[in-house]
């Protein structure tokens, strides 16, 4: 199924906003269409949600069988990146024009109050926009130009700490997806920095969430959040997951359960405290455009810069800026075939180690010559701080794994491939089934 689905398209992926329409959302919209913003906006620069997908509203009542368990698993080698459809949403992919810049106070810290969007009104108990260095140039210079920023604009960098540099988030909060996994009611919505929107009397306006809210006997029963799973597949390295007991055994593997999470201070090391600012204590699990520096907090690992000729169990090494720019890696796997870059795919898009783009990339890496070159050795996986904080929210329900596997040699072992995580989600809902 994932072979034909194939992974082509859009650069901006959306995972979580793909399960929330199809599994949550109450009013599914049909389309979605470019309008003005309002006063003083010449272009069709915002976006309106239209209609109700009916086609999709059956989809989901054909899936949602009574008295089922929901998992939703989701495998994903990048962050999830699901732009708001609505309002000004449309200003961060559409590339024709330019996005905004930020406040000053952004660079420093991008969750304080006075960090906003150059073409918005100061907050109240900030200094004046004509007083701000990087605002101060005017409605005019307040959108950064396409021409004037064309790195942090390309797709693989456009959903990466976008308050910090745009002083505007465009993306949904990740709370959204929190609240459909967990909740009976929903939010109408969202406003940029993740709070309920309030109507005109301050209250916020609750939705049923269609996952909860169909009864699922004769009596009236509905499905509870305990009968419902998410399972991360993410760019997490499997030293953070697994258990010290089979760390490091050849051929085992067992995932940190749920209720040790806390135990194991699973969140500190692979997340940190978003919201607050504060990274992860692995620093492989640290987004970043720079290269980076550290240890793995567990296995004493370390990141290896980009001139090293040693090659890090985790993610290889730092990598340059290639073309399209990426950001850093947070683990690599294998492949258990490498890929003539020279010759296979004649786009170049779907082969890392391509001409001109293989110097100073570990994908491309040869152990047997100590030199960069047009095979392809290795695939790669980014930090998903937005996965793993919907993860964390779900709490008890969650269940966290590697994309880059243990072991890709031999089939026949416990470690092999995403058997652990397989495992131990069937643990996990076994629970629950046997009830």
């Known amino acids: 199924m994932l072979n034909v689905v194939g992974e082509t398209g859009c650069g901006l992926e959306a995972p979580l906003e793909a399960m929330y329409r199809f599994l949550m959302d109450p009013a599914p919209p049909a389309r979605t269409t470019r309008v003005s913003c309002g006063p003083g906006d010449n272009g069709l620069n915002c976006a309106r949600p239209e209609g109700i997908d009916e086609t999709l509203l059956?989809?989901?009542d054909a899936f949602l069988r009574p008295d089922s368990v929901v998992a939703v698993i989701m495998l994903a080698?990048?962050?999830d990146c699901s732009v708001r459809d609505t309002d000004i949403g449309w200003f961060s992919i559409d590339q024709s024009r330019g996005i905004t810049r930020a406040s000053s106070a952004c660079d420093a810290n991008p969750n304080d109050a006075c960090c906003y969007s150059c073409v918005a009104d100061a907050p109240a108990g900030c200094a004046p926009k004509a007083e701000d260095p990087a605002c101060a140039a005017g409605e005019a210079a307040a959108l950064i130009t396409v021409q004037e920023e064309v790195d942090r604009l390309h797709p693989n960098l456009r959903c990466f700490d976008q308050r910090r540099k745009y002083g505007f988030e465009y993306l949904y909060p990740v709370q959204r997806y929190v609240l459909g996994l967990t909740?009976?009611?929903l939010p109408e919505g969202f406003d940029e920095r993740g709070e309920p929107l309030k109507d005109e009397m301050g209250e916020v306006r609750f939705l049923q969430n269609p996952l909860f809210s169909e009864p699922l006997d004769d009596q009236g029963n509905i499905r509870s959040k305990e009968q419902v799973f998410f399972v991360g597949i993410v760019g997490v390295p499997w030293q953070d997951v697994a258990t010290d007991m089979t760390r490091d055994v050849v051929g085992q593997l067992d995932l940190i359960p749920a209720s040790d999470f806390a135990e194991t201070r699973l969140w500190e090391r692979i997340l940190g405290d978003p919201a607050q600012g504060v990274p992860p204590e692995d620093p492989f699990a640290i987004e970043s455009f720079d290269p980076r520096t550290g240890t793995h907090p567990v296995t004493g690992h370390a990141i290896m810069p980009i001139d090293s000729t040693t090659m890090s169990p985790i993610n290889g090494k730092e990598?340059?800026?290639n073309d399209p720019p990426d950001l850093q890696f947070s683990c690599i796997l294998q492949l258990p075939t490498p890929r003539n870059c020279a010759v296979e795919d004649g786009t170049g898009l779907a082969c890392d180690c391509r001409a001109g783009n293989f110097e100073g990339n570990p994908l491309c890496w040869d152990g047997a010559t100590s030199a960069y070159g047009t095979q392809q050795y290795f695939a790669k996986a980014f930090p998903p701080p937005r996965i793993l904080s919907v993860l964390k929210g779900v709490g008890a329900q969650?269940?966290?794994?590697?994309?880059?596997?243990?072991?890709?040699t031999d089939p026949a072992a416990r470690d092999f491939g995403y058997r652990p995580v397989i495992g131990t989600f069937v643990k996990e809902a076994a629970t629950v089934l046997i009830k």
């Open 77 to 79: 080698d990048e962050d």
């Open 319 to 321: 990598h340059v800026a």
């Open 398 to 408: 969650a269940v966290v794994s590697s994309i880059c596997p243990k072991n890709m």
């Open 58 to 60: 059956a989809q989901r």
């Open 183 to 185: 909740s009976p009611w």
